[in-house]
């Protein structure tokens, strides 16, 4: 019998990360990662629940905690089975159903990052019930069932769900290959762990160092602070890298579209393999014109872009190189789908967004199911690693010389430890109540 969803509880949890300025880049000073944590428990006898959550970066996750609450009713009541007999049409219903709380979007900001914790809980209930990771329940789905899970509303114009079908269909064969593979060699990943603003020159030296002792041959360094700093701490980084291994650089928005190119042109030197976000995340056209000017320098963003239609834009106009969608920011995995297919139609590889809390857990399967099932190539893919925050799961992603392994736990990976949700609720857990957050 399908498991009814009985009650959705969620939790505001912060992590102290700003202490250390872990996570600082130009635009963002001092985060404490954050998560509105989702748990939908359920009437079944072995107690499955399903697990979710949407990251934001401190202050504010109480609102994101509100818009779950106020979305919650929508799913209370239901079985699991009536929602994913028709997923697309709970995706519909979650995201647009109630047209009040779709003004507060559309399909953007707060609102959307609760609909992303509350669907992804639910495709980690339907994963645990079926006793798969959530790669697995994707790479094993008919093409059709699969497009079935997804709302194509406003991107017809560029892939029509008839389309999805068609390019799936084409990787059918060769899937347990490219299965097999995965589990021999892992999932190629890069790291952020070094190059984060706040660092100082001895930390950053002695993470690149461990970092090359641990296998990673491609780093990422923030930039968007002063420029002489940026290009000062570019040559820290190609020092103790070397010419030949990969060095990205994010700018976290800092930029104005020319300003962008200048900067980035006196970075040149240092070999960036590509600029992330260099600036605002709503300008298609200027990342157009970014990319335009910079070439061979690539252009990377998306872990701002909120919806598919920015991403179907980004696109259209031969905006970027490299698509960062995000696990928690989009829509949940439905839309998730929808953007790693459109990526797949205009041949851009997909390189989503890592770190924060969860990230990581989350966007692994997203990577080895477009290497299954979608894309069934790794060429100029990388998957984001930061080494933060991992301890607090239950089954926390796996890294061997500088890539991912497979998981195999049931559900889609964001489950945390019950003793890392009660030290991190804010504001009365243990890790706040005797250090509030700095203002
Ligand atoms: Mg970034």
Known sequence: MSPTIQRV?????RFPTSRELDGSDAMNAAPDYSATYVILHTDADDGIEGHG??????????????????LASRL?????????????????????GDSQLRWLGPEKGVIHLACSAMINAVWDLWAKQEGKPVWKLLADMSPAALVACLDFR??????????????????????????????????????????????SEEKMRKLCREALTEGWG????????????????????????????????????????????????????????????????????????????????????????????????????????????????????????????????????????????????????????????????LEGRLLEYVDHLHEHFVDPVTIRNGRYLVPDAPGYGVTMKSASLAEHRFPEGPAWRDAPPAS
């Open 154 to 199: 406003f991107v017809t114009d560029a892939l029509t769900p008839e389309e999805a079908i068609a390019l799936l269909e084409e990787k059918q064969s060769g899937k347990a290959d490219r299965e097999a593979w995965l589990r021999e060699h892992g999932y190629p990943g890069y790291t952020t762990s070094a190059g984060w603003l706040g660092y």
């Open 53 to 70: 959550l949407t990251f934001t970066i401190g202050r504010g996750n109480e609102v994101c905690v509100a818009a779950v609450q106020s």
């Open 218 to 377: 491609h780093f990422k360094q923030k930039v968007g602070g002063d420029i002489d700093e940026d290009c000062r701490r570019a040559a820290i980084l190609r020092d103790e890298i070397g010419a030949e291994r990969t060095l990205m650089m994010d700018a976290n928005q800092m930029w104005d579209v020319d300003e962008a190119v200048t900067n980035m042109e006196k970075l040149a030197e240092f070999d960036p393999h590509w600029i992330e976000e260099p600036t605002s995340p709503d300008d298609i056209l200027g990342h157009a014109e970014i990319r335009r000017r910079l070439a061979p320098i690539g252009v990377a963003t998306g872990e701002h872009c909120h919806n598919r239609v920015m991403f179907k834009q980004l696109f259209q106009a031969g905006a970027i190189d490299y698509c960062q969608l995000d696990a928690a920011r989009l829509g949940g995995l439905n839309e998730v789908i929808v953007v790693v297919l459109l990526a797949a139609k205009y041949g851009i590889p997909v390189c989503p967004h890592g770190g924060g809390v969860g990230l990581c857990e989350y966007t692994q399967h997203i990577s080895m199911f477009d290497y299954i099932a979608v894309s069934g190539d």
């Open 76 to 96: 209370e009541g239901r079985t699991l089975a009536s929602i994913t007999d028709d997923m697309g049409a709970f995706w519909r219903d979650l995201t647009s």
């Open 9 to 13: 509880d969620v939790q505001d949890i």
